[in-house]
């Protein structure tokens, strides 16, 4: 799966202000698996399968912030984005990832046309 890079380099090392809420860790992510599937010759149309991990923070009282995920998503996939076709989407709401600041994972199969 991918995770968050740093957005926000003058924070804190390890800090969630140095990765940013749970939409903007989305719309990392995004960022990040759309430049990977673009070097394969791929795009977010090719999508076919998205499974989605979500961890609740103590800053939404220990849920996970769906809504701030569904905001960064919908800027790639639906009918306001500009890749209209829908994947196949599992979203999990899990203890932990392995840095504690970071909220989400995304792990997306690709097919080639």
Do not use: C
Request: proline share 8%.
């Amino acid at each position: 799966g991918s995770v968050p890079t740093v957005i926000h380099p003058d924070a804190p090392k390890g800090s969630l202000e140095a990765y940013g809420d749970t939409k903007a860790q989305t719309i990392n992510v995004l960022q990040n698996i759309q430049q990977q599937l673009k070097d394969l010759g791929l795009g977010l149309a090719d999508v076919v399968k998205m499974q989605v991990f979500l961890v609740g923070g103590p800053e939404n009282g220990g849920k996970m912030d769906f809504d701030g995920f569904m905001a960064g998503y919908t800027q790639f996939f639906g009918p306001t984005a500009k890749q209209p076709v829908l994947p196949a989407r599992s979203a999990f709401q899990i203890a932990g990832l392995a840095d504690p600041a970071w909220r989400v994972e995304i792990e997306v199969t690709a097919v080639r046309p």
